[in-house]
C-alpha cells in the first residue's frame, strides 16, 4: 500500500492567513492526488483532483500543486468557513490510500 | 442534482449482521464506482473498497477484505455495504462516494451512516 503522510497534523490559524499543508505519498503518483475538506459532523467534501484542478464551486482561495511524491495545498487568505480537517488521498492503485489528515484551528 | 443518500444510524449487538445502503440519483448509477468510507470515532479516512454496479466488480482493501461484503442493485440504483458477523471494532461512520470516472477522486459523497456495534 502507498502510505500517505500529511504535514502538519494540526495548525493554529487566523481569519486571512497563508496555510500550506504538504502530502508526502510513499511512493511516486504522478498526479493522482486530491484534496477534501471535512468540516465536523459533516462528509467529505472534494475541493482538488488531479493534484491541481479546482473541484465545480470550490472558492479559488483554494489551490493544489505538486506531482510525484511532493503535494501542497494552500489556503490564502483564510475565512471563518475552512476551519476544518483537510485530507489527502491518492487514487494512482489500490487501496486509495488517504492521509491522517490535518486539523486547521482558529488561533 | 447528483447525491448519494444513505440509510439511517444503526445499533447492533457483537455477531450480529447488518446492510446499509447508499441510494444514487442524478446520474447514471451504473457508469460510476461507488466506494466505501470508514471513519471510527475521532479518527481518520479509510478507504475501504470499491464497486463498479454495472457488473458488480469489486476492490477491497487488504485491511477489509473478507471483513465486509459490498453489493449493488442497478434496477434501484443502490450500493450496499454488508456485515455478516459484526464486532465491536466496527463501530464508525461509513460514507459511500461516487469515483469520479477520469481521476478516480471522490467528488460525490453521501452523508454518512452510523453503526454503533455495542453488547
Known amino acids: 500500500d502507498i502510505q500517505m503522510t500529511q504535514s502538519p497534523s494540526s495548525l493554529s490559524a487566523s481569519v486571512g492567513d497563508r496555510v500550506d499543508i504538504t502530502c508526502r505519498p510513499s511512493q511516486r503518483i504522478s498526479s493522482y492526488l486530491s484534496w477534501y475538506q471535512q468540516r465536523p459532523g459533516k462528509a467529505p467534501k472534494l475541493l482538488i483532483y488531479a493534484a491541481s484542478t479546482l473541484y465545480t464551486g470550490v472558492p479559488s482561495r483554494f489551490s493544489g500543486s505538486g506531482s510525484g511524491t511532493n503535494f501542497t495545498l494552500t489556503i490564502t487568505s483564510l475565512q471563518p468557513e475552512d476551519f476544518a480537517t483537510y485530507y489527502c488521498?491518492?487514487?494512482?492503485?489500490?487501496?486509495?490510500?488517504f492521509g491522517q489528515g490535518t486539523k486547521v484551528e482558529i488561533k | 442534482e447528483v447525491q448519494l443518500v444513505q440509510s439511517g444510524a444503526e445499533v447492533k449487538k457483537p455477531g450480529e449482521s447488518l446492510k446499509i445502503s447508499c441510494k444514487s440519483s442524478g446520474y447514471s448509477f451504473a457508469a460510476y464506482w461507488i466506494g466505501w468510507v470508514r471513519q471510527m470515532p475521532g479518527k481518520g479516512l479509510e478507504w475501504m473498497g470499491i464497486?463498479?454496479?454495472?457488473?458488480?466488480?469489486?476492490t477491497y482493501s487488504p485491511s477489509f477484505q473478507g471483513q465486509v461484503t459490498f453489493s449493488a442493485d442497478k434496477s434501484i440504483s443502490t450500493a450496499y455495504l454488508q456485515w455478516s458477523s459484526l464486532k465491536a471494532s466496527d463501530t464508525a461512520m461509513y460514507y459511500c462516494?461516487?469515483?469520479?470516472?477520469?481521476?478516480?477522486?471522490?467528488?460525490?459523497w453521501g452523508q454518512g451512516t452510523m453503526v454503533i456495534v455495542s453488547s
Open positions: 488521498q491518492q487514487s494512482h492503485s489500490t487501496p486509495g490510500t
Open positions: 464497486i463498479y454496479p454495472r457488473d458488480s466488480q469489486t
Open positions: 462516494a461516487r469515483r469520479e470516472m477520469a481521476t478516480d477522486a471522490f467528488d460525490i
